[in-house]
């Protein structure tokens, strides 16, 4: 029960390191690989967790984004997603496809679901009220609008995409390939 005690001159008792499994262990509470604890637990442990600039249901802060993701959240979230994939999928076809699953399946939520947790994890966002699926199989449209002004308070004009945000904060280098220069001439 106790541990023995060391006598004089004997060779002190090493404490044994768990095993090199890939699988959680007790007791240390992380993975364990080649008698470590993986990066990924440590980076996680130091992130951030900032909270929302608005809750969930804080839709008087903007009626008309509230109006129309009620009639057609299809729109929201392309803006959304245009914001969040950084320009790499536009606000149209987004929305296309989030409409798309919405008319063929009804889960849409699942979708959507998943925008949220990137935008979390590019912000450094708590996961609240609830998990991100509860937030948008339960409140679908609160979440879309919480996730919009969030973006909006991020200084990010939602009606002018993910392009023209940067050429008005003068970030274009950042998104724009270089310039090529013509080749060598004599």
């Known amino acids: 029960m106790y541990p023995k005690q060391v006598e004089e001159g004997a060779a002190p008792l090493r ?3 768990p095993p090199a499994t890939g699988f959680p262990m007790n007791g240390g509470g992380g993975y364990y690989q080649a008698g470590g604890a993986t990066a990924a637990l440590a980076v996680q442990a130091k992130a951030p967790v900032a909270a929302w600039s608005t809750g969930l249901c804080n839709c008087f802060d903007d ?3 509230c109006c129309v993701t009620c009639l057609c959240p299809c729109i929201t979230f392309g803006q ?6 950084r320009g790499s999928t536009s606000c149209g076809t987004s ?3 989030y409409a798309l699953i919405m008319l063929l399946t009804g889960c849409q939520c699942v979708f959507s679901c998943f925008y949220r947790a990137k ?3 590019q912000y450094g966002l708590r ?3 609830c998990a991100d699926c509860c937030v948008h199989c339960f409140c679908e449209c609160c979440a879309l609008c919480q996730e919009y002004r969030e973006l909006k308070k991020r200084g990010f004009d939602m009606k002018l995409g993910w392009h023209a945000n940067m050429e008005r ?3 274009t280098a950042a998104t ?3 310039q090529m220069h013509p080749g060598m001439t004599r």
């Open 15 to 17: 404490a044994q390191s």
């Open 63 to 65: 009626c008309g984004n």
């Open 80 to 85: 959304i997603a245009e914001i969040i994939d």
């Open 95 to 97: 929305g296309a496809l």
């Open 119 to 121: 935008m979390r994890a």
């Open 127 to 129: 996961e609240s009220p």
């Open 169 to 171: 904060q003068g970030r």
């Open 176 to 178: 724009m390939p270089p």
